[in-house]
């Protein structure tokens, strides 16, 4: 029996007026693609994308022990954050295997606003709670209340600038940083504008209410027609995110696997003062290799691996693939997955399972695609 899905965002009818087919993504029904997701790909690659997030969960941790409770809750250390500045971040457990994957932007000196995926957003949002008591924070799930669209592309800053209503707000448009944001108004509503994104090129995202979804989506899609934008749905957000080499939860990153297993060791600050949780059993294998590493696989063939198809070395299992198809960008296939930490090594040329027939890959670096600067 399947689960009925029940959660539509605000923006649901915009999609089925353009025609979309939708999936299930996390509970939520969500636009796969409006057309060609091979067009909706490319068009992110060189012209603009446009994407409805809105399943994504913003979670505000606020008041004058918000770091310190950030710091403990989760992995990075958000005390030696700028205002206006954003962090790539993971939430554990007390194993230290990862409960999700997270951007946190540092809105005010006391105010933080927490984006976790989608299927995620209740978990992380209890979480916080729990482990912010005894703190002088304050922890709100705004998921339902708010809408999160998302313009990817070399395009994207020319249009979102001009959603700005003068060139004060075109300028805040046009000189953000990479991985910054900042409160403005577009389109005529109050918006969070965020440089950051998930499918490896430039690109902004748009947090507003609800209400004033449908109305920026409208605005965006009008001016966005001098840009060559194109409405994309998540196959396109998806074959981006692995030509970018950018984990997914649920595929390279679970609750079977620690920081160090997936190479975001980084992520994790040892320096700061709080025990965070999973703190303890990080730093008891800090030093230990892994038993499987997470590494980028190039296939030398035209078929590509999938998700579960087995990598093996001298006719032997040494690992699986956990996000796989072939490059719309580069021409070939590639792949994420884990293997034995012996064959991890870049140039190490490996086999994929593809259902009873093997074909040659090999370990290379990551991200598979870099935009031109």
């Known amino acids: 029996m399947t689960e009925t899905i029940t959660k539509h965002t605000a923006l649901h009818g915009k999609h089925e007026a353009l025609g979309a087919s939708f999936t299930d993504f996390g509970g939520w029904d969500m636009p796969l693609k409006y057309g060609s997701e091979l067009a909706e790909h490319k068009a992110v690659r060189s012209t603009a994308g446009l994407f409805d997030l809105s399943h994504m969960g913003e979670v505000w ?15 990075g250390n958000f005390a030696l954050m700028k205002v206006g500045k954003a962090k790539y971040s993971l939430i554990l457990n007390e194993a230290g295997k990862i409960i999700d994957d997270l951007i946190v932007y540092r809105m005010e000196d006391e105010k933080y606003l927490v984006v976790p995926n989608a299927g995620n957003a209740p978990v992380v949002a209890a979480e916080l709670a729990k482990r912010a008591e005894g703190f ?32 004060a707000g075109a300028a805040i448009v046009t000189e953000m940083k990479y991985y910054s944001a900042a409160y403005t108004k577009l389109g005529g509503v109050d918006a969070i504008l965020a440089r950051t994104g998930y499918t490896g090129e430039d690109g902004f995202e748009l947090i507003i209410k609800n209400a004033d979804a449908a109305g920026l989506w409208d605005t965006i899609v009008e001016i966005g027609k001098d840009h060559e934008l194109v409405p994309c749905g998540l196959a396109a957000r998806d074959s981006l995110r692995l030509e970018a080499g950018m984990p997914l939860y649920g595929n390279e990153l679970s609750l079977e696997r620690t920081p160090f297993d997936a190479g975001l060791g980084a992520v994790v600050s040892f320096k700061k003062e709080e025990d965070f949780v999973g703190r303890s059993a990080l730093e008891a294998v800090r030093e230990q290799t892994p038993a499987r590493k997470l590494v980028g696989l190039k296939g030398l063939g035209k078929r590509a691996g999938r998700g579960g198809y087995a990598i093996v070395k001298d006719g032997a299992v040494i690992g699986e693939i956990t996000s796989g198809q072939p490059s719309p960008t580069l021409g070939y296939p590639v792949g994420l997955g884990y293997v034995d930490a012996a064959f991890s090594e870049v140039g190490t040329e490996l086999e994929v399972d593809l259902r009873g027939k093997t074909l040659p890959f090999v370990v290379v670096e990551l991200p598979f695609y870099t935009r031109a600067k």
């Open 136 to 167: 002088d924070a304050q922890v709100q799930d705004a998921s339902a209340d708010e809408s999160l669209i998302a313009v990817q592309g070399p395009n994207a800053e020319a249009i979102v600038a001009k959603l700005a209503a003068d060139e």
């Open 61 to 75: 941790v606020s008041g004058p022990q918000a770091a310190s409770a950030l710091n403990t809750a989760l992995a």
